[in-house]
C-alpha cells in the first residue's frame, strides 16, 4: 500500500500550488501525517507535520508560506504552499510522521522556475 501525492506541477516564482495525499486505505487513521520532499541530490526533508489536537510544526524553511491541513472526513491531507522559491523545487511524498517506509508512493514533481 502507497500513499499517492498529486497537485504538483511548474509555477514561477512567488506562485502557489496546493499538494493533497488521499488515503484510500485508512493508514493515517488518527496519527501524525507529514509532507516530505527531496530535492536532486539531497536527502528527503520533513516539510510540515500535522496531528490530531496538536499545532501543526513546519521546517524554518517553509514557516509562514506553507500551510498543512487535513479533512479526517475525507481521508486526505493537504499541504498549500505560497510564495514558492526556486529552493522548493522537489518531489513532494506525504507519510506518517515518523515515516514508514512502505508508505513512500511516487511523490509528485514540483518545480519553481521562471
Known amino acids: 500500500v502507497q500513499l499517492q501525492a498529486s497537485g504538483g506541477g511548474l509555477v514561477q516564482p512567488g506562485g502557489s500550488l496546493r499538494l493533497s495525499c488521499r488515503d484510500s486505505?485508512?493508514?493515517?487513521?488518527?496519527?501524525?501525517v507529514g509532507w516530505y520532499r527531496q530535492a536532486p541530490g539531497k536527502q528527503r526533508e520533513l516539510v510540515a507535520s500535522?496531528?490530531?489536537?496538536?499545532?501543526?510544526i513546519y521546517a524554518d524553511s517553509v514557516k509562514g508560506r506553507f500551510t498543512i491541513s487535513r479533512d479526517y472526513a475525507k481521508n486526505t491531507v493537504y499541504l498549500q504552499m505560497n510564495s514558492l522559491r526556486p529552493e522548493d523545487t522537489a518531489v513532494y511524498y506525504c507519510n506518517k510522521n515518523p515515516p514508514y517506509s512502505r508508505y513512500w508512493g511516487q511523490g509528485t514533481q514540483v518545480t519553481v522556475s521562471s
Open positions: 486505505q485508512k493508514i493515517f487513521s488518527n496519527n501524525v
Open positions: 500535522i496531528g490530531r489536537g496538536s499545532e501543526p
